[in-house]
């Protein structure tokens, strides 16, 4: 192993016992946590008071990342020294670094060499710190000669990129986040921002608290908690938004609404998306969005007459075969009613992954280079060349994420590094993917995780370290950059990612003769990011007067932030001048185009996909922590009521989904939340929670079996917020269900255990549940009964074995029952044939109730709940474990007449729900409204 010696921060990481300062590793906030550490564990994780991303306060996945840290659980799960399989059938066997690595540089060169620098790809992540990302790229461009990387920034922030750039000219967020505090109309679209941000989404109450002449406008398909909190609610048709930002524009125009003194002064193309917005009339932009009349000209009036407009957008723009054009047109309404460049006022894509940014920043896409540069311009490449001291960097395009897969499909690319991501449950068109990975001659797998789909295909499995091993920087949604600093040393042989992408490239140089000396000389962190910090001066994101020195004493700093400044700039664009050749900002001319797969006779339904209030992407963090399902404990789909009935469907029925790429079963069910012809399921759910034995018997592939991979033409990024599926019931009469309490240390090594035996059954899933245990639950359904020995070999795995299991089995109809008891309490249960006995044997379980008054009620042929059973119901608040039912039981004894803010004061006092993290405060006033329509607040209302 040639490693260098470790940053002097992470040699340090060992005995470290004082509070270190980084960053939460989930969504874009960025928010700031402070975490103790004995040295050898994390013993406290809490939010950081003084980081101005959050001042303190963490959401529900954030104020658990101390329960993912835990050794019991990381053991379970983490890549902990490298592995290789000898031949494609064989199983990996574990590897020094040398040869790991050797075997990877040799094989990269031989496909070089035969097949040119194209053959070969590298597929990596927004969770990768700025460093990592700076060399992979580098190594990819400079060394390799491919553009060929790209990252699963792709199917998150690649429109929000070409959006900003079209119009304004750089990929930059012009917003921070104190523009929530100052304005006076927040128009969220796209993004369910109670769930995905709730950070914000706390300041944004706060704001509004403060402010009551704060209006929110919400535009989404689906009645999400964060449109029910809206003012005006515009429940839009997937993929219209275009005609919508156009509708609204139209409406300002017509109404004296735009900023003519802005639009002369500092922007261009105004006449040209004139002619265009005649047609989008307000009768026209209604019918095509499927809102009413009046409520569009309402959202039109109330944005261009406030004295200052935000937009916050994520994914419901991005993931779309349109997404440019929606990010574009809806600046085009900020650039024609002067709502940008004020406080209070713009623009601000919220980003989905922690360094989605960061990525951006180094020109980690297969378009772009180093410091906002672009690949198609060759005074940037040339720039970029001399700045690394190559010859030049590659013309040609690189193949971006869904491309990428299909050219590994097809065999054009032959080998492909996978850095920290999980193509295999992320990419839609899972099929293809999947023929991807087997038909590779080599797939690298770099991850601290071990356990992923993915990670079944590697051939060469690379540890890397993970939160709180790491070092380095991020940068958040409003361009602030963090040090993030290591408090543990890394697990097993674990390297950074970036240290992995050194060796490589040193062994590389060495054994292909392509350098004389080296491109990659850095021994820690730092030097990295000094490299990428050289290769700003100049650029719209200079940050040449940054230090890790100055960040580490003076916190966290928003670029830019060039030599010689002492603060780094809140916003954008005050001065009205943009980075664009004239200085001008460009509106952007864009047609409106409906999805790509329109809903039909055949595959009726629009499918859209999102995240759960308290997981995260694949699960592969989250999904380690029991209490984190308590909110959304199963795998599900959503539908209206109305659709529901007209197909004989109830609650918990299975139904088979199916687009024109694959199908999945799932449980469905019903919800207020959707527009009949409209269904939904969590982004999350994988092969690693659900799958089946699939039409070939190869198992299928969870919610990505069915998405779209068409691909907006600009960005490349595929529509994943909309495909044409249909809904139709599994008639599946066999059921199985096992749920017990299982040892910490074992159950997500049970899990994956428990993968390959899903696919033996029509449809299984495998969760976990429990508070202070952890409980996993297998479920499964097919047309006939598993053979005795899958379902005793799954049942010994919840230690259902040997004579002191009670047992109750009616042949004849095909039902068994088998319960273990630990103190008088259930230990675990499974129930086959007849399940219905499930939903008070569960509650039993969960709540360690005693069962001993039951008696023979336990093994009855009956599935009927013990008299006076009530269910605990869905927990609401995972903070403090507050249950639907303790709410509703509340409510009820509470007085009555009183306003739905005076109820939720009344249940946060009672119950302490809502009172810590906040993310179910949204929730809390959905059931206050619900159980009282007539207490109706003012500021809850539909307009
Ligand atoms: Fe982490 Fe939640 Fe903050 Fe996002 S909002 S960074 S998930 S604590």
């Given at each position: 192993?040639?490693?260098?010696?470790?940053?002097?921060?992470?040699?340090?990481?060992?005995?470290?016992?004082?509070?270190?300062?980084?960053?939460?590793?989930?969504?874009?906030?960025?928010?700031?946590?402070?975490?103790?550490?004995?040295?050898?564990?994390?013993?406290?994780?809490?939010?950081?008071?003084?980081?101005?991303?959050?001042?303190?306060?963490?959401?529900?996945?954030?104020?658990?990342?101390?329960?993912?840290?835990?050794?019991?659980?990381?053991?379970?799960?983490?890549?902990?020294?490298?592995?290789?399989?000898?031949?494609?059938?064989?199983?990996?066997?574990?590897?020094?670094?040398?040869?790991?690595?050797?075997?990877?540089?040799?094989?990269?060169?031989?496909?070089?060499?035969?097949?040119?620098?194209?053959?070969?790809?590298?597929?990596?992540?927004?969770?990768?710190?700025?460093?990592?990302?700076?060399?992979?790229?580098?190594?990819?461009?400079?060394?390799?000669?491919?553009?060929?990387?790209?990252?699963?920034?792709?199917?998150?922030?690649?429109?929000?990129?070409?959006?900003?750039?079209?119009?304004?000219?750089?990929?930059?967020?012009?917003?921070?986040?104190?523009?929530?505090?100052?304005?006076?109309?927040?128009?969220?679209?796209?993004?369910?921002?109670?769930?995905?941000?709730?950070?914000?989404?706390?300041?944004?109450?706060?704001?509004?608290?403060?402010?009551?002449?704060?209006?929110?406008?919400?535009?989404?398909?689906r009645r999400t908690d964060t449109a029910r909190d809206a003012d005006l609610f515009l429940p839009i048709l997937p993929g219209t938004d275009v005609a919508l930002f156009h509708g609204m524009l139209h409406i300002c125009l017509w109404e004296d609404l735009i900023d003519p003194a802005y639009i002369e002064a500092h922007t261009e193309g105004f006449a040209e998306l004139k002619r265009t917005l005649r047609d989008f009339t307000p009768q026209y932009v209604a019918q095509t969005c499927g809102i009413r009349e009046d409520q569009l000209v309402q959202a039109a009036r109330w944005f261009g007459a406030s004295k200052a407009s935000l937009s916050l957008y994520c994914q419901g723009l991005n993931q779309s075969s349109s997404g440019t054009a929606k990010n574009a047109?809806?600046?085009?309404?900020?650039?024609?009613?002067?709502?940008?460049?004020?406080?209070?006022?713009?623009?601000?894509?919220?980003?989905?992954?922690?360094?989605?940014?960061?990525?951006?920043?180094?020109?980690?896409?297969?378009?772009?280079?180093?410091?906002?540069?672009?690949?198609?311009?060759?005074?940037?490449?040339?720039?970029?060349?001399?700045?690394?001291?190559?010859?030049?960097?590659?013309?040609?395009?690189?193949?971006?994420?869904?491309?990428?897969?299909?050219?590994?499909?097809?065999?054009?690319?032959?080998?492909?590094?996978?850095?920290?991501?999980?193509?295999?449950?992320?990419?839609?068109?899972?099929?293809?993917?999947?023929?991807?990975?087997?038909?590779?001659?080599?797939?690298?797998?770099?991850?601290?995780?071990?356990?992923?789909?993915?990670?079944?295909?590697?051939?060469?499995?690379?540890?890397?370290?993970?939160?709180?091993?790491?070092?380095?920087?991020?940068?958040?949604?409003?361009?602030?950059?963090?040090?993030?600093?290591?408090?543990?040393?890394?697990?097993?042989?674990?390297?950074?990612?970036?240290?992995?992408?050194?060796?490589?490239?040193?062994?590389?140089?060495?054994?292909?003769?392509?350098?004389?000396?080296?491109?990659?000389?850095?021994?820690?962190?730092?030097?990295?990011?000094?490299?990428?910090?050289?290769?700003?001066?100049?650029?719209?994101?200079?940050?040449?007067?940054?230090?890790?020195?100055?960040?580490?004493?003076?916190?966290?700093?928003?670029?830019?932030?060039?030599?010689?400044?002492?603060?780094?700039?809140?916003?954008?664009?005050?001065?009205?001048?943009?980075?664009?050749?004239?200085?001008?900002?460009?509106?952007?001319?864009?047609?409106?185009?409906?999805?790509?797969?329109?809903?039909?006779?055949?595959?009726?339904?629009?499918?859209?996909?999102?995240?759960?209030?308290?997981?995260?992407?694949?699960?592969?963090?989250?999904?380690?922590?029991?209490?984190?399902?308590?909110?959304?404990?199963?795998?599900?789909?959503?539908?209206?009521?109305?659709?529901?009935?007209?197909?004989?469907?109830?609650?918990?029925?299975?139904?088979?989904?199916?687009?024109?790429?694959?199908?999945?079963?799932?449980?469905?069910?019903?919800?207020?939340?959707?527009?009949?012809?409209?269904?939904?399921?969590?982004?999350?759910?994988?092969?690693?929670?659900?799958?089946?034995?699939?039409?070939?018997?190869?198992?299928?592939?969870?919610?990505?079996?069915?998405?779209?991979?068409?691909?907006?033409?600009?960005?490349?990024?595929?529509?994943?917020?909309?495909?044409?599926?249909?809904?139709?019931?599994?008639?599946?009469?066999?059921?199985?269900?096992?749920?017990?309490?299982?040892?910490?240390?074992?159950?997500?090594?049970?899990?994956?255990?428990?993968?390959?035996?899903?696919?033996?059954?029509?449809?299984?899933?495998?969760?976990?549940?429990?508070?202070?245990?952890?409980?996993?639950?297998?479920?499964?359904?097919?047309?006939?009964?598993?053979?005795?020995?899958?379902?005793?070999?799954?049942?010994?795995?919840?230690?259902?074995?040997?004579?002191?299991?009670?047992?109750?089995?009616?042949?004849?109809?095909?039902?068994?029952?088998?319960?273990?008891?630990?103190?008088?309490?259930?230990?675990?249960?499974?129930?086959?044939?007849?399940?219905?006995?499930?939903?008070?044997?569960?509650?039993?379980?969960?709540?360690?109730?005693?069962?001993?008054?039951?008696?023979?009620?336990?093994?009855?042929?009956?599935?009927?709940?013990?008299?006076?059973?009530?269910?605990?119901?869905?927990?609401?608040?995972?903070?403090?474990?507050?249950?639907?039912?303790?709410?509703?039981?509340?409510?009820?004894?509470?007085?009555?007449?009183?306003?739905?803010?005076?109820?939720?004061?009344?249940?946060?006092?009672?119950?302490?729900?809502?009172?810590?993290?906040?993310?179910?405060?949204?929730?809390?006033?959905?059931?206050?409204?619900?159980?009282?329509?007539?207490?109706?607040?003012?500021?809850?209302?539909?307009?």
């Amino acid at each position: 192993m040639t490693m260098e010696a470790p940053s002097a921060a992470t040699a340090a990481a060992g005995p470290v016992t004082a509070s270190t300062k980084l960053t939460c590793c989930y969504c874009g906030v960025g928010c700031g946590v402070i975490v103790e550490s004995d040295g050898t564990r994390i013993t406290d994780v809490r939010g950081d008071p003084e980081h101005p991303a959050n001042f303190g306060r963490l959401c529900t996945k954030g104020s658990t990342l101390l329960l993912t840290a835990q050794p019991a659980l990381q053991q379970q799960v983490r890549a902990l020294h490298p592995e290789v399989r000898p031949h494609r059938d064989a199983a990996r066997q574990r590897v020094s670094w040398d040869e790991a690595l050797d075997s990877v540089a040799r094989k990269f060169i031989s496909t070089v060499r035969e097949h040119g620098p194209d053959s070969v790809a590298f597929y990596v992540s927004g969770q990768l710190l700025t460093e990592d990302y700076y060399v992979f790229n580098k190594l990819a461009k400079g060394l390799v000669g491919t553009n060929n990387i790209d990252t699963n920034s792709r199917l998150c922030m690649s429109s929000a990129v070409a959006g900003y750039k079209q119009t304004l000219g750089a990929d930059a967020p012009p917003n921070c986040y104190e523009d929530i505090d100052e304005a006076e109309l927040i128009f969220i679209v796209g993004s369910n921002m109670a769930y995905a941000h709730p950070v914000l989404y706390r300041r944004l109450e706060d704001a509004r608290k403060r402010n009551p002449e704060l209006k929110v406008i919400v535009a989404d398909p689906r009645r999400t908690d964060t449109a029910r909190d809206a003012d005006l609610f515009l429940p839009i048709l997937p993929g219209t938004d275009v005609a919508l930002f156009h509708g609204m524009l139209h409406i300002c125009l017509w109404e004296d609404l735009i900023d003519p003194a802005y639009i002369e002064a500092h922007t261009e193309g105004f006449a040209e998306l004139k002619r265009t917005l005649r047609d989008f009339t307000p009768q026209y932009v209604a019918q095509t969005c499927g809102i009413r009349e009046d409520q569009l000209v309402q959202a039109a009036r109330w944005f261009g007459a406030s004295k200052a407009s935000l937009s916050l957008y994520c994914q419901g723009l991005n993931q779309s075969s349109s997404g440019t054009a929606k990010n574009a047109s809806l600046i085009n309404l900020h650039l024609a009613t002067g709502q940008i460049g004020k406080p209070g006022a713009g623009p601000f894509s919220l980003t989905g992954q922690p360094n989605a940014m960061g990525g951006r920043e180094v020109g980690g896409l297969a378009n772009l280079l180093s410091a906002h540069r672009d690949l198609a311009n060759p005074v940037h490449r040339a720039e970029v060349a001399k700045l690394w001291g190559v010859e030049s960097v590659p013309d040609k395009p690189g193949k971006t994420a869904v491309e990428m897969f299909e050219a590994v499909r097809t065999g054009e690319i032959k080998v492909v590094w996978i850095v920290c991501t999980n193509p295999a449950q992320s990419l839609p068109d899972q099929r293809m993917v999947r023929e991807a990975l087997r038909n590779a001659e080599m797939v690298i797998v770099q991850d601290c995780c071990r356990s992923t789909v993915t990670a079944d295909y590697a051939d060469v499995l690379l540890p890397a370290t993970t939160w709180a091993e790491k070092d380095g920087t991020v940068t958040n949604s409003e361009r602030r950059i963090s040090r993030v600093l290591p408090v543990l040393p890394p697990l097993g042989e674990a390297l950074h990612d970036w240290q992995i992408a050194v060796d490589f490239a040193q062994r590389y140089e060495r054994l292909s003769g392509s350098q004389s000396g080296t491109l990659f000389p850095y021994r820690i962190a730092e030097e990295v990011w000094n490299e990428h910090r050289g290769t700003t001066r100049g650029r719209d994101l200079d940050i040449t007067g940054l230090s890790w020195a100055t960040l580490e004493q003076k916190g966290p700093q928003q670029w830019p932030f060039p030599e010689g400044a002492t603060a780094g700039r809140k916003r954008l664009y005050e001065d009205g001048v943009f980075p664009t050749a004239s200085g001008k900002a460009r509106f952007a001319n864009v047609p409106y185009r409906p999805v790509a797969e329109p809903a039909d006779a055949r595959f009726p339904f629009s499918l859209t996909t999102g995240r759960l209030r308290d997981q995260w992407h694949g699960m592969s963090r989250t999904g380690m922590v029991a209490q984190l399902y308590a909110h959304a404990p199963e795998p599900s789909i959503a539908m209206s009521e109305a659709d529901m009935a007209r197909r004989f469907l109830r609650n918990g029925d299975l139904v088979h989904v199916t687009s024109r790429r694959g199908s999945q079963i799932f449980p469905v069910s019903g919800s207020d939340e959707m527009r009949s012809g409209q269904a939904f399921i969590g982004m999350h759910w994988g092969e690693e929670y659900l799958s089946g034995r699939g039409r070939e018997g190869g198992g299928t592939h969870g919610v990505n079996a069915m998405t779209s991979p068409a691909l907006d033409p600009v960005s490349k990024q595929p529509e994943l917020k909309h495909a044409a599926v249909k809904i139709l019931k599994a008639e599946l009469p066999w059921h199985f269900l096992v749920f017990g309490w299982v040892d910490e240390a074992r159950a997500l090594s049970l899990q994956t255990r428990l993968r390959p035996e899903m696919r033996r059954f029509a449809y299984a899933s495998c969760t976990l549940f429990g508070r202070e245990r952890t409980g996993v639950l297998f479920r499964a359904a097919d047309d006939y009964a598993a053979p005795a020995e899958l379902i005793a070999r799954i049942e010994a795995d919840f230690g259902i074995e040997g004579a002191a299991v009670l047992r109750y089995d009616d042949a004849r109809r095909g039902n068994s029952r088998r319960i273990v008891l630990a103190d008088g309490k259930l230990s675990a249960v499974s129930l086959a044939g007849d399940v219905s006995a499930e939903h008070w044997l569960k509650d039993y379980l969960e709540n360690a109730i005693p069962v001993a008054s039951l008696g023979r009620m336990l093994l009855m042929p009956s599935a009927q709940a013990p008299k006076g059973f009530k269910p605990r119901g869905k927990v609401v608040c995972n903070c403090f474990n507050v249950a639907e039912s303790d709410i509703l039981t509340s409510l009820a004894a509470g007085p009555a007449g009183v306003s739905p803010e005076a109820a939720l004061a009344e249940l946060t006092q009672k119950l302490r729900c809502g009172s810590n993290c906040g993310s179910c405060v949204p929730e809390l006033r959905k059931i206050i409204l619900s159980k009282n329509s007539t207490s109706a607040s003012p500021a809850l209302h539909e307009g």
